[in-house]
Each structure stands twice: as structure tokens, then as C-alpha cells.
């Protein structure tokens, strides 16, 4: 099987199509391998079908998420699998939700999960600057989302989708993800008035 894996990855630049039928071979053989989703996925990504890339990538990222360690290796796919997958979707409060859980996997994969701990003692928009670390893809939909008049719903909307997933799904990145946007939508105590990062 990883011969064949190895075939796909090698052919689909110039042969997308016929890295796409082994791809699609061994899904037949085995549907527990994340790397043969990731692989279609990535192949329909690059053909500009989104909507199909997206369900390529969720299914490999539950499928680590569920069987492999979390060791640092698999974080740092982790992060890149959430960061596709964010490109491919429509949706701001969803593209918010998944680039959030890729900066989460990319701290734990560099070893800088310390950050988020530190920024759950800040406040506000300087919490937000400290644990983003300049990921303006993030921060444009972030902001997008504190733009809208029902941010406030929106946060609330969060903590109980971090709620469900912790409680009910056993999602515990899922459940710190929607921790995060909440804290990050919510005006901190004491404001008069919500700022922005420019």
C-alpha cells in the first residue's frame, strides 16, 4: 500500500487523473488511512473543487485526530490539513473555527502551547495578538466576525458548540478552538467601547 501511496504523490502534479484512480483503489481497500484522504483531497483541491476537497480533509483530520499520537509531526500536518480545509470553505464563522484550530496544532507542533495559556490571563484584542503571532489570514476573518451586529450571539454560539464537543463528542481541540473565538469576540470587562486590530 505505501508503494502505491508513494505512486499517487509522485504522479499527482503531472497526471492528477491517474493519481486520483490509485487514490481512489486503495480508499476501496482501506478507509481508515488519513494519508489516502489527504491525497484526494489535495488533488481536488488543486482542480478547484472546494466544496469536495472539504470533505477529503475533515475526514483525514478526524481520522488522526481519533488514531494517531499527537505527537509534534502529526500536529504540524494537523495544522496544515485545518489550514486547507479553512481555504476550501465559504463560511467566516467556519473558515474562523478551523484557521483556529490549525494555529493550535502549529504551536503545539513548535513547541509554543505556552502561548496559549498566556493568553487566556490577557484581555481582548491583546490576548488575540499574542496567540495568533501574526497570522493575518486569521485575523481577517476574526475581525470579520466582530464586524457583524451579532457578535455577541456569535461568541455565545461558540461557547456552546465548545460545550457539545467537549461534553458530548470528546473534541477537545474543537471544544478550545470555539473557547478561543468566544474569548476573542467577547469585549473584555469594563470596556466602553470594543476596539479592533488594525
Not at 496544532?105 to 502561548?115: G, P
Amino acid at each position: 500500500m505505501q508503494e502505491k501511496l508513494e505512486l499517487a504523490k509522485a504522479l499527482a502534479k503531472n497526471e492528477p487523473a491517474k493519481a486520483l484512480e490509485i487514490y481512489k483503489e486503495l480508499l476501496a481497500q482501506n478507509q481508515q488511512n488519513a494519508a489516502v484522504y489527504t491525497g484526494i483531497a489535495e488533488l481536488l483541491l488543486a482542480d478547484n473543487q472546494h466544496q469536495n476537497a472539504s470533505e477529503y480533509f475533515t475526514k483525514a483530520i478526524e481520522l488522526i485526530e481519533q488514531n494517531e499520537l499527537l505527537s509534534t509531526e502529526n500536529c504540524a500536518v494537523l495544522a496544515d490539513l485545518e489550514n486547507k480545509l479553512a481555504f476550501c470553505l465559504n463560511d467566516a464563522h467556519l473558515k474562523a473555527f478551523r484557521l483556529t484550530k490549525s494555529m493550535i496544532f502549529s504551536l503545539i507542533s513548535s513547541n509554543a502551547s505556552t502561548h496559549i495559556a498566556r493568553s487566556l490571563n490577557a484581555s481582548g484584542d491583546e490576548s488575540f495578538s499574542l496567540i495568533t503571532a501574526g497570522d493575518e489570514y486569521l485575523i481577517s476573518y476574526i475581525n470579520a466576525l466582530k464586524k457583524e451586529q451579532n457578535c455577541a450571539s456569535i461568541a455565545r454560539s461558540f461557547l456552546q458548540n465548545a460545550k457539545e464537543f467537549l461534553e458530548v463528542l470528546n473534541k477537545p481541540f474543537c471544544a478550545l478552538a470555539c473557547v478561543l473565538l468566544s474569548f476573542w469576540l467577547t469585549p473584555p470587562p469594563m470596556s466602553k467601547k470594543r476596539t479592533y486590530i488594525s
